[in-house]
């Protein structure tokens, strides 16, 4: 059975965020096999996607497992799945994944970027939980937002871009959190660098200490920014993780288009045969 990782939100090796892809042929095995090989795999999250019939509301049924759960919602391994498609001529046009969020749409450019299009999050303001500024190591927080059920988010406004690449955050004390994860997030400190907003993604309760590019977190993130940036709906994101990556985002009402490259690193085999 032939497995690839695919670096998502990059156009170089080595960056972005990798992700697991595993294309099958029929419906998905058991979930706990599912679930061994993400954990082998052990990277922030493998895609599992068999092809649907024809003539339904989408094309593959997609899921996504970090090394310890399935989650409802994933950017990054979305987007190397429609890579892997892409680059194996195995699809053209626009290819609709039917997921746990709802039907999501990948489409491939001539440049070989693809965009995403995923439901925008919603934000609440909410108070700081007790303690998340100690188990962000003690810096100061301007806002906290909570985002929509299907992400599960606590989005955390920072006050500078320097602020957001220093932090050192106490994960034990964030896997006590309620929520899949703590986005944290800041202006750019200088735009003509490319990007107008930095972020970094922390999912401890999930099994990843630090998400090296969160798509998904970018459907909050592009509301969020453009709310502060004059209303504009295009806007890039820097995660500011070791591997970095950009997200280019585009807001159109209860939709966020997210945009990036991709590359295939490894292509082999998985030996071991679903049930």
């Known amino acids: 059975m032939r497995i690839r990782i695919v670096d998502a939100f990059t156009d170089r090796p080595f960056h972005g965020n990798p992700a697991g892809v595993l294309l099958l042929d029929r419906e998905f095995p058991p979930d706990a096999w599912l679930q061994q090989v993400a954990a082998e ?12 019939p024809p003539g339904g509301p989408a094309d593959w049924a997609l899921r996504w497992f970090t090394p310890t759960a399935e989650v409802d919602m994933c950017g990054h391994a979305t987007l190397a799945t429609a890579h892997v498609l892409a680059t194996g001529a195995l699809a053209s046009g626009p290819v609709r994944f039917a997921a ?28 700081a939980p007790a303690d998340v500024d100690r188990a962000l190591g003690g810096v100061a927080i301007r806002s906290v937002h909570d985002t929509a059920a299907h992400i599960g988010d606590l989005l955390v406004e920072l006050a500078d871009e320097r602020t957001v690449r220093e932090l050192a955050p106490d994960l034990d004390a964030l896997r006590a959190f ?10 750019a400190e200088d735009p003509s660098r490319g990007y107008d907003f930095v972020s970094r993604g922390f999912f401890p309760a999930f099994g990843i200490d630090e998400d090296p590019v969160t798509g998904s977190a970018h459907t909050a993130l592009a509301p969020f920014w453009s ?14 993780s070791a591997r970095t990556g950009l997200v280019k985002v585009t807001l159109a009402g209860d939709r966020t288009l997210l945009t990036g490259g991709a590359v295939t690193v490894i292509d082999g085999e998985l030996l071991a045969p679903a049930p």
């Open 41 to 52: 795999v052990n990277l922030s999250e493998t895609a599992f996607a068999h092809p649907l």
């Open 100 to 127: 746990r969020c709802g039907v999501l749409t990948a489409e491939a450019a001539a440049d070989g970027t693809i965009t995403l299009d995923f439901p925008t999050s919603s934000l609440t303001p909410v108070e």
């Open 178 to 187: 309620a929520r899949r994860g703590v986005i944290v997030t800041a202006p």
């Open 227 to 240: 709310a502060r940036l004059g209303g504009r709906t295009e806007l890039t994101g820097l995660q500011g």
